[in-house]
């Protein structure tokens, strides 16, 4: 079973010019993330790329199609069940980190384990750990705003995979850092990724980071052409 | 409890600033009805008590009817319910100084009559001056003496308005003996005490003569089936309430009671609808928080509950200190009364100033429960909002 799958996803767009009807964005796209692998998917500017990435993590709903997280078609869910499934099963990383700004780093990489309701003593372990594996021991107590970029996105990458969900979905991780951090936090979530035996979902328009995945496509003309690898399992 | 819920209603809690002012509100809203409660209440009851014990009696006994005789009563037939039975005689006179009047209603008691209850409710000042005349003494209140410009020792003259229409008008002088006051002027300058033989002289007629009954605290609450008892015993007796005896001043209690209550009221449906408008101002302040944490997993109903248990415990808090600090001024509010009544504030002659101070709690729970209702259904309409808040947002309207 696929841990997230695209079936014949079309996404249309009402114009926002008056009488310009709707604009297509997907058509008829079909994507398999593989357990384990990593899968970037490159694209000009607009192409929708980050659109694709919302649909593959019910985010927003596509127009036709489905999509299928563990084999359940999250259009089939009430908000609870599929705040659930995103929960327990993706963990999300943007190019803007998205942190809590209330929150400190800790709680921000806690928060999805004690959403799912798990017991607080485990969650402050389990997100200790990573902190530290990321070279952030020091400023577990340290709010988002008294963290430097790379610190917060390292930050957002943990709580990303918080909750070990089989599929992390980052659009554009490194969008936001300069250059060394940027080289830093794309090792740093790759290797995370691998040695976690997650799988990835990536959306970037840098070639470098994306030709390091496993898997890599190109979304041009709405629709995705392989550019490397292929579905192995 | 989720643990991320109370994290982050914690969290919201003591960071808001606009949460502090809504509980700094509530508080400031709640204490000054609560205090007003004790007032109102308090003071009704006191003035109550004034008229029961220095008026009426709980309850009177009269024999309006020839044939009947209020010497059949005895109350030893009602063990445990009667605290004392006095006769009094009265009637209505006109009281004329050297340069006022006043009309007042005078009262003939006996040496019993002024018993450790009604002691309570009123203060006596005695002339030491030995009577030499056969004059009879008076005891007026200091209201009265005030407005006729006596004091104790004067003489005033005093117009007898009789009590059997064959009768006519008859003066009499009476010697200034005692000054009363009871703290409530305007009972106390419609009184004035005489002794009970000389009264029935005054005031001949049967009607004129009738029993001052004061009941056992235990039957304070029960005085209509006291009535009822009574009625049922004595036979061509008349038997009525202090209420039923002051219809019109019973009457305007109630109603200012309820109109007072009523207000109080309002004003806590206002407050309870801005704790709704907090809770609104509050989503539209965390949207990004919002979407951020239904975009880790964050069903709907838990951003609610987060949102209504940041907003709903900053209310029950702030009603709480309210109820507190109104408790606190409201124990006070006999000192506090006092020191603006000394500062002239002339509004305050009207009322009470010197009562005990009873704190009404079901008063205060009907206030608190309508407060914490309302508060309950506005939140929870204003929270709906939340609905719309998808984690999409983040990447579009924001």
Redesign the interface.
Known sequence: MHPIELISITKRFKAAEKGEGEITILQDVNLSIVQGQSTAIIGKSGSGKSTLLHIAGGLDSPSEGKVLCNGTDFSSLDDRRRSELRNLHIGFIFQANLLLEDFNALENVMAPALIAGRKASECRERAVSLLERLGLGERLNHLPGQLSGGEKQRVAICRALMNEPEVILADEPTGALDEDNAAEVENLLLDLVREEGRSLLLVTHNQDFAFKCDNVYMLKNHNLSLEQGGETE | M???VS?WSR??IL?RGRLTSCLVLIALVMAPLVTALIFSDSMMEGITSKYIYLSDGHVQIGAPFAGSDISDFDPNDYPGMIYSVDEVTSGYALMYSATETSSVMLKGVGEGYFNELRMDQISFEHSTVEATTAIKGIAISRATAKALDVGLGDRVALMIVPDDPDKVLRPVIMRIDSIFHSGYDQLDELLAFVDLDYAKTLYSSQASTNLEVLVTSEYMEKLDPLVELIEETEHGLDVTTWNQHNVSVYENFITSKQMIFIILLLVVVVAAFYTASVAQQMIQDDIS?IA???????????VKRSAFISVYTVTVVGMLIGIVLGIIIGLNLGPILTALSNMGIQSLSFYLLDFDITIPWLSILVISACLLLISYLSIQVSLMKT?RI???R??TSL
């Not at chain 2, 951020?292 to 838990?302: F, Q, R, T």
């Open positions: 989720n643990r991320f994290l969290k919201r960071k928080d951020i944490v239904k975009l880790i997993g964050s069903s709907d109903s838990l609905r998808t984690p999409i983040l990447f």
